[in-house]
């Protein structure tokens, strides 16, 4: 199958990669491009393990073909920190013992920087409803909830 120019943005940094029209943007992070943040989970859309952001908004990496990123801009769970300096919605997520396995760790972070660029003051029904669509099997989302709450009020207090 013939491969398809694609430039965007990753992380900040302009990319221009050839890529099979047939792969999904998950799978093209993690073995094309070695992001291997982006956890691929059951596939389907349904977990949010694979939760990435394109153009500002949160969408499964699974659901979405790599060519269709074509001049937009990708943000990766790599964005958000580095180790030593964590986002503040990382430290807030060590801080409140919001994962505990760590797998749908980078898909609830992408969820909810997405959700908290948007919405700075959210309740607790506020986060329950923005991760709803996000699966974990280990941590209950006690720990989660109060990570984007803390992270929000650290936000709201730095500006």
Do not use: W
């Not at 094309?32 to 500002?56: D, K």
């Not at 990496?61 to 986002?87: H, N, R, Y």
């Not at 969820?111 to 309740?123: F, G, I, K, M, V």
């Amino acid at each position: 199958m013939t491969e398809h120019s694609v430039t965007f943005t990753l992380n900040g940094e302009r990319r221009e990669v050839r890529v099979d029209p047939r792969i999904h943007l998950g799978d093209f992070l993690r073995h094309s491009l070695g992001l291997t943040g982006t956890h691929l989970g059951c596939e389907h859309g349904v977990c949010g393990a694979c939760t990435v952001i394109v153009n500002g908004a949160p969408v499964r990496s699974c659901l979405m073909l790599a060519v269709q990123i074509d001049g937009t801009d990708v943000e990766t769970v790599e964005s958000l920190g580095k180790p030593g300096a964590l986002s503040p919605l990382q430290q807030a997520f060590a801080k409140n013992h919001g994962l505990q396995c760590g797998f749908c760790t980078p898909g609830m972070l992408m969820t909810l920087e997405a959700y908290l660029r948007s919405t700075p003051a959210p309740t607790e029904q506020d986060v329950r409803i923005a991760i709803s669509g996000n699966i974990c099997r280990c941590t209950g989302y006690e720990g989660i909830v109060q990570a984007a709450l803390d992270a929000a009020s650290a936000k709201a207090s730095r500006t």
